[in-house]
């Protein structure tokens, strides 16, 4: 089979990089280079993470990067730890790193494929839908995330707060559910259109405003579209599993939501009570849990928390937090069993 033009200059800036690279590489073992470090916008040094030293790899990753950017192949370049070293990171577009040196300047190189890096749009209208982008009620204009798809009788639902889909007590059986929210597909709010419409109200557990203790703050939607996914976009962390975690202070966390993105954080409290103010009151929550700060912010609720240890056990659902970025999560099990349903993971 021919190779396209295309194809054949790739390989040709490839075979040259390598040349390249390798000449400069021999030629800077003889040459002192400047090691002064970056440092964040606050003015203090970044040559220190842990008890690992970086000064040596972010060093080499000045040096090198204009040069290693200048491969087709190679997407970004960035330090981090493996192994208890500081290591030189090259993520790749495409390709292999066949050729590619395994140090520079004495430094460990780490390669990732990547892909290319592109801009994020979590508010726009996304299809296949997959978890954590922007979703609300047709009748209200308050954005909210896609969380969890979960499955009944070989139904799929979307599994969300009832603040979000069902408006806080206010909706009825078969409302329209969009994907994107009201606010996101128009600034000033406009109806939804039918191509935004990606479910029905089918479920919701009545919120309590008398004072009385609330366990889940949550509503089932059917969905009306098949052009879904039950995994985040692929740039994020994936298709959560299908086996669930329970809540445990100190459990490292993550969510994807509308509003904030990817977070990481842990689980700083469980077992918790809070009052979450509302515009038709207070509603006291039970049986909770707290984040650490940063985890997320207005317009992520409805996020499905998942474990950060590779595991992508779903923890909860994020239903709101505290000006500080601290999350409140209800844990995933009563949610299940509330709707008799099962999540959608591998």
Request: aromatic share 4%; proline share 7%.
């Amino acid at each position: 089979m021919k190779r396209s033009i295309a194809a054949v200059g790739r390989a040709a800036s490839r075979a040259a990089f390598i040349v390249l690279i390798s000449l400069a590489v021999l030629i800077a073992a003889g040459c002192s280079r400047d090691t002064s470090l970056p440092t964040d916008p606050s003015g203090h040094s970044v040559a220190r993470t842990g008890a690992v030293d970086l000064s040596a790899a972010i060093a080499a990753q000045e040096a090198w990067s204009d040069l290693l950017l200048a491969h087709p192949d190679v997407a970004g370049t960035g330090v981090g730890v493996s192994g208890g070293q500081a290591v030189l990171q090259v993520f790749l577009s495409g390709g292999r790193k066949n050729g590619m040196p395994g140090t520079l300047s004495g430094v460990k190189v780490e390669y990732t494929q990547t892909g290319e890096f592109q801009p994020f749009a979590l508010t726009d209208r996304t299809r296949p839908m997959p978890i954590g982008v922007s979703l609300g009620n047709a009748n209200e204009c308050l954005p909210g995330t896609v969380g969890a798809i979960v499955t009944r009788g070989g139904v799929r639902y979307l599994l969300g707060p009832n603040h979000l889909l069902a408006r806080r007590n206010a909706g009825t059986i078969g409302e329209d559910i969009v994907q994107p929210s009201r606010v996101d597909a128009s600034a000033a709010c406009d109806p939804s259109t039918a191509l935004d419409r990606v479910g029905r109200l089918s479920d919701f557990e009545p919120l309590q405003f008398d004072g009385s203790d609330n366990p889940i703050d949550a509503a089932l939607a059917e969905l009306t579209i098949t052009d879904l996914s039950c995994a985040t976009p692929p740039e994020f962390y994936g298709a959560p599993s299908s086996s669930i975690a329970g809540p445990a202070p100190g459990l490292a966390i993550q969510k994807l939501g509308r509003t904030t993105g990817l977070t990481s954080g842990a689980v700083k409290s469980v077992n918790v009570k809070l009052n979450i103010r509302y515009p038709e009151g207070k509603v006291r929550m039970v049986g909770q849990m707290l984040t650490s700060k940063g985890f997320g912010d207005f317009g992520d609720s409805g996020s499905l928390v998942v474990t950060d240890d590779g595991t992508l056990r779903p923890v909860g659902m994020l239903i709101g937090g505290g000006n500080n970025g601290t999350g409140v999560v209800t844990p995933i099990g009563p949610l299940l069993t509330r709707f008799g349903v099962t999540l959608c993971g591998p």
